[in-house]
């Protein structure tokens, strides 16, 4: 068997497309992770970005307003999480699994008119350039432009947190809400901004999907990819960078066991699916094993509510 | 230029209480002024409404006669009104240098600059670039200090500063304070400890149950006019007769170690001792060298090897807390919300989480509630314990009621041993001289303490011998009229 070595570079182009949801709503759960927040309607969150984003596309034929559309759409679901647990202080937890049961439901009920309907073809970047590196050429050039916004996320996520003002903020609210209270941060709006922000992140996560990756709409199409999102974030212990890594691995993983099923290896299929949300735990746990560290990045007031008294 | 900051009429009140009322006081700069007053006198209330934090029901705040509006601790700040509050308000996580600039709009090297300069003023030796929670307690205060003195204040309000310290760093905070008063920052020292005031403060404030009791120069006081002032009542100083030393050993510890997975835990190395019927060992130390650690591997949450531990000629090393409550030790962990007691549960409920064998609360499986309430009626009669209401949930006891309930559950079994951890941590005055009475009579009845304890005067008053906890390690025994609270600060400072 000859491989062409462009063949690889579309290989690992295709292990980066499949990547690029899992950043982005990771990149966002983590932001709103690292104020002390815990959302676990990622996946409801995604789900509704992905069905606004088709639907508007298919309504209005304009891609900006149904990408944007489907960020608003997930900073709205996520503003009825945010004003629950901030304003009325419920449980992050419980009221995290009811955004996803809410969100998957209604996707489906508003999904139900655009079932089959063909999705729209997403302009690409560079697209010339494709054929002039070898190998390097197919991965860099010829994606979207979420694609590449995906690839800069985790970077400028840890720029954010390390180097500015806002971020120092969010990761103080994070650590302790009762101090940063005292010194006058007004947390529940930090932490409000945060959710809606991980929203948004979703929202266009889902889109993506909807969009770009698979353009029509089916329905429960995240299939999970919001959990897994939500895992990068926790095994990769609150670092963009490691969840770029775990997102990467999960990709791989995912389209290699395509293509193994495909060849016809003799091991399960069941256990085949299974593998990449194993092996990228592992991995993520392994490379963030350092429990001095762990302990520095975990937020410490993760999913505890704050409230101030006067 | 002088600071004059006046309250007037001040009023909050809570559901239930009243926590000020109708507090009015005047300060000027150049005099370092103490507010003093026992937990839940309203003293840190007060403080809190000059912060920002909370926000009075009545009550006007004048700042060189400019009518203050403090709705956010930022308005506070705004006003060059600086605050030190007892439980640090740090993030733990953040490196020195970001805990310092989060509140600061300037740019970030112009800062580092300032604190530099603030540092070396003032002799601080800090590493700006390292987690909070790799500072000791002295350290973690600085920063609290510097973070005011960033933004060059007019007020600097200390709660309770002393409490984490050590007799060496309580000096060098002195001094410091000292100075920041030179330098025309007015300074309100608030304390429940009556030597402090008598060593720093020109001018004394006393509250009591939200009432502001009386305002006096400090050279017309002394400790105990301001004790009877602070608690109402003229109180009775209590002595500990020093025991005839018994020779018949009652708990050996031999080469004990414990090393630690989590690193921020203290690994105890070689810990050797031995307590005798009827005598009180006393362990000193600043908090974080051991303590918690020692007194987990003592009550057998962290169980060691058999023969490190020997009790009543028994190995119990590698027994767990309940078995060794059969053998008759008893415990009093430090806190007493989260590890003596559970905050949700009754009264009567938290009594009966202490099932020792003869107890018969349980039969069959069943829970004999009559049996339970019957002996938490007992408890809270011969202890003292200030309610007749066995189904309230303990979580809304005052801190000593919950202290004489804890002390009461496990001395009620009569034990031969003791082990208490901080037992007068944040009580008031008339709480703590209940449990040192108490402890007292306990050593009388030929019964043995261990008393871990963070607390130099009440070791010194309790103990019949001293060690003191260093990074895990204990100093030599000592007989405790040897020692001073000087040389004790000295060992829990490290040298030898």
């Known amino acids: 068997m000859i491989i062409d070595i462009n063949f690889i570079g579309l290989i690992i182009a295709s292990i980066m497309a499949s990547a690029v949801p899992l950043i982005l709503a990771s990149c966002g759960e983590l932001i709103t992770e690292r104020s002390g927040v815990l959302n676990l309607g990622v996946e409801g969150m995604m789900i509704i970005g992905a069905i606004s984003g088709f639907a508007l596309m298919t309504v209005t034929g304009s891609l900006i307003i149904a990408i944007f559309g489907a960020m608003l759409a ?63 050429g197919p991965i860099l050039f010829g994606h979207s432009i979420v694609f590449y916004f995906a690839f800069a996320l985790p970077f400028i996520t840890s720029y954010f947190l390390k180097k500015t003002k806002i971020g120092l903020i969010v990761r103080a609210v994070g650590d302790s809400p009762e101090s940063a209270s005292n010194q006058g941060i007004n947390v529940r709006l930090v932490r409000y901004a945060c959710i809606l922000y991980g929203g948004a992140m979703s929202g266009l996560a889902g889109a993506y999907l909807s969009m770009i990756y698979t353009p029509q709409w089916i329905e429960n199409m995240t299939g999970g990819r919001g959990w897994i999102a939500l895992a990068l974030v926790v095994f990769s212990t609150w670092n963009p960078i490691k969840i ?23 091991i399960p299929v069941q256990f085949l699916t299974a593998l990449p949300y194993i092996v990228t735990i592992i991995v993520l746990v392994v490379i963030s094993r350092d429990s001095r560290k762990i302990r520095l990045s975990t937020p410490s007031s993760l999913g505890k509510s704050f409230h101030k008294d006067n | 230029m ?66 203050l509006k403090l709705n956010s601790p930022l308005d506070a700040k705004k006003n060059d009104i600086g605050m030190v509050f007892q439980h640090f308000n740090l993030f733990e996580t953040l490196s020195v240098f970001e805990n310092l600039i989060i509140d600061s709009d300037g740019q970030r090297e112009g800062l580092r ?11 601080f030796s800090i590493d700006l670039d390292i987690p909070v929670l790799n500072l000791s307690a002295g350290q973690k205060q600085k920063v609290e200090i510097i973070r005011c003195l960033i933004r060059n204040p007019k007020v600097l309000i200390m709660d309770e500063p002393t409490s984490v310290l050590t007799e060496q760093e309580t000096i060098e905070l002195f001094q410091s304070l000292k100075k920041f008063s030179e330098e025309g920052i007015l300074i309100i020292y608030i304390t429940h400890k009556l030597k402090e005031v008598m060593q720093l403060c020109d001018e004394v404030a006393v509250m009591r149950r939200g009432k502001l009791v009386s305002v006096s120069e400090i050279k017309n006081e002394n400790i105990e006019s301001l004790a009877n002032k602070m608690v109402g009542q003229n109180l009775k100083t209590i002595k500990k007769k020093k025991a005839k030393t018994s020779s018949d050993q009652l708990i050996k510890i031999t080469n004990l170690n414990f090393t630690s997975e989590d690193p921020f835990e203290t690994n105890l190395t070689d810990i050797n001792f031995s307590v005798n019927r009827g005598e009180c060992l006393g362990i000193a130390g600043i908090s974080g ?6 007194f987990q591997v003592l009550s057998g949450e962290i169980i060691s090897e058999k023969n490190s531990i020997e009790f009543n000629n028994n190995y119990i090393g590698d027994l767990s807390p309940q078995e060794r409550r059969e053998y008759l030790m008893a415990f009093s962990p430090e806190d007493r919300l989260e590890q003596a007691a559970i905050p949700q549960m009754k009264i009567f409920e938290n009594v009966a989480l202490n099932n020792f064998k003869s107890s018969n609360f349980f039969n069959n499986g069943l829970i004999n509630e009559n049996k339970i309430k019957e002996h ?50 944040g009580l008031d005055v008339g709480a703590i001289n209940y449990i040192h009475e108490t402890l007292i009579k306990i050593n009388e009845q030929n019964k043995s303490i261990i008393l871990i304890s963070t607390d130099t005067d009440e070791l010194l008053k309790l103990s019949d011998k001293i060690s003191v906890i260093h990074k895990g390690k204990l100093s030599k025994i000592m007989n405790s009229e040897e020692v001073t609270s000087e040389k004790l600060g000295i060992l829990m400072g490290g040298a030898d």
């Open chain 2, 289 to 294: 060298n051991g303590q918690s650690e020692l």
């Open chain 1, 244 to 266: 770029l890594i775990g997102a990467m691995i999960f990709g791989g993983l995912t389209i290699i066991q395509f293509h193994m099923q495909a060849i016809g290896v003799r």
């Open chain 2, 113 to 123: 600059g300032k604190i530099d300069t603030i540092m070396k003023k003032y002799n």
């Open chain 2, 376 to 425: 938490s009626k007992k408890i809270i009669s011969d202890f003292n314990v200030n309610t007749d209401n066995i189904e309230l949930k303990s979580q809304f006891l005052s801190g000593g009621n919950l202290q004489k309930l804890i002390i009461g559950r496990e001395l009620i079994t009569s034990p031969d041993l003791l082990i208490c951890f901080n037992p007068t941590w």
């Open chain 2, 2 to 67: 002088k600071t004059n900051l006046k309250i007037s009429n001040v009023t909050k009140i809570y559901p239930g209480c009243v926590a000020n009322d109708n507090v009015s006081l005047e300060f000027n700069s150049g005099r370092i002024y103490a507010l003093l007053g026992e937990n839940g006198a309203g003293k840190s209330t007060l403080v809190k409404i000059l912060s920002g934090v909370i926000i009075p029901d009545q009550g006007e705040i004048y700042l060189n006669k400019n009518n």
């Open chain 1, 74 to 136: 997930g900073v709205l679901i996520s503003t009825i999480f945010a004003f629950l647990t901030q304003t009325l202080i419920t449980n992050h937890v419980a009221t995290g699994l009811a955004l996803t049961i809410f969100g998957i439901g209604i996707s489906a009920m508003i999904g139900k008119n655009f079932v089959g309907i063909p999705g729209k073809e997403f302009p690409v970047l560079f697209e010339s350039l494709k054929e002039t590196i070898p190998l390097l």
